[in-house]
């Protein structure tokens, strides 16, 4: 659960594609046949590599992906949402088959369909439809003491919604995909989750009660209350949202750049966004902004946040390695530990897995998934900043499957105990995993901006389109919808 880690752990224009050496519509050599705009082969390289991660880490016999790989861990249920999200992506460029596709899809829909669900600690997979944040891998239940999780059951359900889209055919296991994920959507009692009014909380443990959190501020939740609010069996009401912005004022700043909603950490701009086209439409909040600052919208807040994070790379203030207007990036990822060291007579403090952004726990380190999960917001800053990791750094942080998860060249040597990862030389500390929450943006980000999968399917999804209309929003699409 990113919001938790907390505490614990436009479309392009003719001249931006000409500037990236992209054709609107012409394909070069081998492109496939499903359309969208022609890809950088560096970026095409990088989400297929990315891709492939799913592909080969997770579990064939259950559906289940693994929160980091190659250290051996759990499965963590929001990664296995973001896998559902890339079977199709994979049939639609040509990696994978729709055979295959559906197949693994529908072993993961029966999964959870089928999983123990029930108030007791241990031997069951969740509890009130809601799953628990982390399971074992081979068995599917609960992993030692983690929290039921409202966010990460909410972006396995995003998964398993946009599944059921997608797989559109008569095949009888293509209709069974959709009669599974409504199923499993339609069994979560969320109001199960309020325990403080019109608030939902981050989550529950049979030990010890829920957390003292709630989805009460701007950041990746806006899904939680959309999906809660769409539900056609357990609904919240459109109070929920407006408390939700309530507290916008609170988040509203100009401080790195244009004046947006702000959230430190990139993944609270593109969590939700994977998943809701919000260009074009618009709650009360977002209405309101348009006398100011016509065409606004929470699209384009997530624009203004990258904006945002690039100038702090770019003014740099705390002196950092690496950061310019090309290598930028900070958002929930892996880190070198948690301890001090005195580099160039300035002590410095380092973190281990933490919620990164100007200003907020910045150690100096990078994550590439707070870039190109901006994709659809910045694509030619976020294509030029891929560019120069690996051009760079590439050598120690681009393998087989993408980037590692995160990287710090500010820690060129260190006589700490790592918590993460290795120093290697002439680049800085380099993490030793992929984190499937960090892998799924790059995927389904490219994609999004790319051909307008995931939003385009997602636009017909009546459940997200009730929560979005409960919400207040109205405009664009929805209007049609």
Not at 74 to 86: D, M, R
Not at 181 to 208: C, H, K, L, T
Not at 468 to 478: S, V
Request: charged share 20%; proline share 6%; hydrophobic share 40%.
């Amino acid at each position: 659960m990113k919001g938790a880690a907390m505490d614990r752990r436009h479309f392009l224009t003719g001249a931006s594609l000409g500037a990236l050496g992209l054709s609107a519509c012409a394909g070069w050599p081998g492109a496939p046949s499903s359309g969208g705009r022609v890809l950088d082969p560096e970026v095409e390289d990088l989400q297929e590599r990315t891709f492939r991660w799913f592909v080969d880490t997770t579990n064939r016999a259950n559906g289940l992906t693994p929160d980091r790989w190659p250290k051996k861990t759990f499965a963590s249920i929001a990664a296995v949402g973001f896998a559902l999200t890339c079977w199709p992506i994979g049939v639609e460029r040509g990696w994978m088959t729709r055979e295959e596709a559906r197949a693994r899809t529908l072993i993961t829909a029966r999964f959870f369909h089928d999983a123990p669900q029930g108030p007791e600690p241990t031997g069951v997979t969740g509890h009130k439809g809601f799953f628990y944040h982390f399971l074992d891998m081979e068995t599917g239940l609960r992993y030692r003491d983690t929290e039921l999780s409202t966010v990460d059951t909410t972006l396995l359900l995003g998964g398993l919604l946009y599944a059921a889209q997608w797989f559109d055919g008569d095949h009888p296991d293509e209709a069974e995909i959709r009669r599974l994920a409504q199923a499993v959507y339609e069994r979560v009692d969320w109001s199960f989750a309020v325990v403080r009014p019109n608030r939902i909380s981050m989550g529950w443990r049979p030990e010890r009660g829920f957390e003292r959190a709630d989805w009460n501020r701007y950041n990746e939740g806006m899904l939680v209350l959309l999906l809660a609010m769409g539900s056609p069996t357990h609904p919240l009401p459109g109070a929920v949202w407006e408390e939700w912005m309530s507290v916008y004022d609170q988040s509203w700043t100009d401080e790195w750049g244009p004046a947006h909603l702000h959230f430190a950490p990139l993944f609270g701009h593109q969590y939700s966004h994977m998943f809701v086209d919000f260009r074009g439409i618009h709650d009360a909040f977002m209405r309101g902004k348009q006398a100011g600052i016509p065409g606004f919208d929470y699209f384009q807040n997530s624009v203004r946040a990258v904006q945002a994070q690039r100038n702090y790379a770019i003014r740099n203030p705390m002196g950092w390695a690496g950061y310019s207007a090309d290598v930028w990036g900070l958002t929930a990822c892996d880190g070198p530990g948690d301890f001090r060291q005195v580099i160039d007579g300035h002590e410095r403090q380092f973190f281990s897995y933490s919620a990164r952004g100007p200003g907020e726990r910045d150690d100096g380190t990078l994550a590439p998934t707070a870039a190109l999960g901006a994709m659809p917001f910045a694509p030619a800053e976020v294509t030029a900043c891929l560019k120069a990791m690996k051009a760079r750094y590439g050598a120690g942080i681009y393998a087989e499957y993408g980037f590692l998860d995160a990287f710090n060249p500010t820690l060129a040597e260190t006589d700490q105990t790592l918590q993460h990862g290795r120093i290697v030389p002439g680049v800085g500390w380099v993490d030793g995993d992929y984190l499937g929450i960090d892998q799924g943006p790059i995927v389904i980000q490219i994609e999004n901006h790319r051909s307008d999968a995931v939003w385009k399917r997602m636009r017909g999804e009546p459940n997200l389109i009730r929560g979005l209309k409960r919400a207040g929003f109205g405009g664009g699409w929805l209007d049609r919808a």
